[in-house]
């Protein structure tokens, strides 16, 4: 709409007169304006100081900088600043560079993806088959740990391709064509893969010690690889930050860095507290009837590392898991035997206070991952010092007869229970 032209608020210009400022009254002006700037220098100061200064007590430690080549953003590092001889303040800058070169290290160390300069990881080992190859010793002792206990998870990678696929789709349709329990072409090839992947004669990974490895693949299988357009041979996947938060946790209790915890928002978790009366305590997820539910709470006092199993997501973050419109899910935990993901249970969370994540992982990996439950398997991991909680049903069975479970859901409809497995 165009308005009528009114009074024109265009202030007039007066002319320009010169004034004569006397020595003195620029002077007083000089110096006030240093006073201001020292004053706002000051106030800026403590501000600063302020923001960067922290308290004595739990924190949240962040990392430095954000990178997308970082494991950080599926970390939580939980730590009580104050209790050594140091700052609090001070202990949080240095605790911060640390941890951020930590998780940017561990993203390298432990990638079966993508390559770096001067990186022998699983990426690099995948594309030097037979060749003698070093890597980092945080890496090799995770190889050892996998190889005492006899576990062949690693070779499951082409399988994992193939789920990686489905969990990435958004239609029923098109992730059906990646399912083996859905597509018959994808079964037959399966089980074609798992005669190569469930052999040590066909893959297998050296350890030649000295931080040492050689990835052997048999001539058969190069052939089939090459036929299917496999070239990945061995890859950590859903259990990576498993053993990526031990890496953390050891690195910085070898740093003097021992009041704290460490968790994988996939389930992963690690305490390196060794104070006998620091009090922690553990979220009991749980599915029943269709809902997902806080069931109880775990609390512990002290070193424990934990792992949480389960076949359904407990958050947007989670990336191993395609469920269909009729309810049917899928999930990440894959049998090497046959390319079939599986889940004996429901939902299972083992923890140990005097093994590593990566330990009490590959223990339950074989109860876990199966047809069937046996329950005797994880009796005898209790008598190990493994112990156990599952669901059945709306019931938390448990097999730690020390166990502190508190705070059972009850809203008057829907209540859970806890029971000892005996």
């Known amino acids: 709409m165009r308005r009528s032209k009114g009074r024109d608020n265009t202030p007039s210009i007066k002319p320009v007169q010169k004034i004569e400022l006397s020595e003195k009254g620029v002077k007083k002006r000089a110096i006030l304006a240093v006073a201001l700037l020292a004053f706002g ?61 930590l998780c940017k290290k561990a993203y390298r160390i432990f990638h079966a993806d993508y390559g770096f300069e001067d990186v022998h990881n699983p ?21 050892e740990q996998i190889d005492r206990a006899q576990n062949r998870f690693l070779f499951a990678a082409p399988f994992y391709t193939e789920y990686r696929n489905m969990f990435y789709d958004t239609e029923d349709f098109s992730a059906a064509q990646f399912d083996p329990y859905k597509s018959e072409d994808v079964a037959k090839y399966f089980a074609e893969l798992s005669v190569y992947t469930s052999s040590e004669e066909h893959v297998r990974l050296e350890l030649l010690g000295n931080n040492k490895v050689k990835l052997y693949v048999s001539d058969e299988f190069q052939t089939f690889a090459q036929e299917n357009a496999i070239d990945t041979f061995i890859d950590f996947f859903w259990a990576k930050n498993a053993f990526i938060v031990d890496y953390i946790a050891e690195s910085l209790v070898e740093e003097g860095y021992l009041y704290g915890s460490i968790s994988a928002y996939d389930g992963f978790m690690r305490t390196f507290d060794p104070r006998k009366d620091s009090s922690y305590s553990y979220n009991l997820i749980s599915r029943y009837d269709g809902k997902v539910y806080d069931a109880g709470t775990l609390e512990y006092k002290g070193e424990n590392s934990i792992v949480f199993l389960r076949p359904f997501k407990t958050s947007d973050r989670d990336m191993i898991y395609y469920r269909y419109e009729d309810g049917t899910e899928r999930h990440g935990y894959v049998d090497v035997k046959d390319g079939l993901c599986k889940n004996a249970l429901n939902t299972l969370v083992s923890y140990s206070r005097d093994r590593s994540c990566g330990e009490v992982l590959l223990s339950v990996i074989p109860i876990y991952i199966a047809n069937d439950f046996d329950g005797e398997k994880l009796k005898g991991l209790a008598q190990k010092g493994i112990y156990s909680i599952y669901s059945d049903g709306a019931v938390l069975c448990y097999n730690e007869e020390a166990v502190a479970l508190k705070d059972l859901f009850d809203d008057g409809k829907t209540k859970f229970t806890a029971s000892l497995v005996k």
């Open 123 to 143: 990426y690099y080992i995948n594309r030097n088959i037979g060749q003698e190859i070093e890597v980092e010793p945080a890496l090799y002792r995770v190889f």
């Open 41 to 101: 220098l000051v106030f800026l100061g403590v501000a600063i100081f302020n923001w960067l200064s922290y308290d004595e007590g739990w924190t949240r430690i962040e990392p430095t900088s954000e990178s997308s080549e970082s494991v950080s953003s599926d970390m939580i590092l939980l730590y009580e600043l104050g209790v050594s001889d140091t700052s609090a303040t001070a202990e949080y800058k240095a605790l911060s560079v640390l941890y951020t070169e």
